[in-house]
């Protein structure tokens, strides 16, 4: 199969799900902003409480476990799906490769982050930042992809054929 010359019934589910899991993403983002800030002390101090409250380490780690345990099983299907859809875009395999298993390189080391966060130190918070926007970047990455090949990709073809640069085919 290919995104490119794909049925347009399939471009229309394939482009709802995108869109819509996207969409569900960004919500999710807005609720961690409105959590901790996405900032190094925002989430040390959701984490573990502030210096006057420190959150007791058996507090700290149910929560995390409660959290982790429904995130790690959502966000591995999520990326799972739309990895899959990735899959079939014109990308070269080798960067495929890269680009499907940046997301769960990204959340386990997200969530690596948080555990040492809690069980080590603070500093782990960084971590937590850096690698929750890695994972965020790199899936948007896989659904601007495909979107990307159903859509405007077929419009670039039938304007210029094959004189179109490597990096947009």
Not at 74 to 82: E, K, N, R, Y
Not at 131 to 157: D, H, K, N, Q, V
Request: proline share 4%; net charge neutral.
């Amino acid at each position: 199969m290919d995104l490119v010359t794909a049925r347009p019934s399939l471009k229309v589910l394939l482009s709802a799900f995108l869109l819509f899991v996207g969409l569900g993403y960004v919500f999710g983002l807005v609720n961690i902003y409105n959590n901790v800030g996405f900032s190094y002390t925002g989430v040390v101090v959701h984490e573990r409480g502030d210096e006057s409250e420190e959150v007791p380490v058996e507090f700290a780690l149910a929560k995390l476990v409660h959290n982790h345990h429904t995130h790690l099983f959502s966000l591995s299907m999520l990326f799972f799906l739309v990895g899959g859809i990735f899959s079939f875009t014109r990308i070269p395999e080798k960067a495929k490769m890269f680009f499907i298993a940046a997301p769960f390189v990204g959340m386990f080391l997200d969530f690596s982050s948080f555990w040492l966060l809690v069980l080590q130190s603070a500093l782990f918070a960084w971590g937590a930042v850096v690698f929750g926007a890695f994972m965020a970047f790199s899936f948007f990455l896989l659904i601007g992809r495909p979107l990307y090949e159903m859509w405007i990709l077929p419009l670039w073809i039938r304007k210029w054929g094959t004189a179109i640069p490597w990096f947009l085919r």
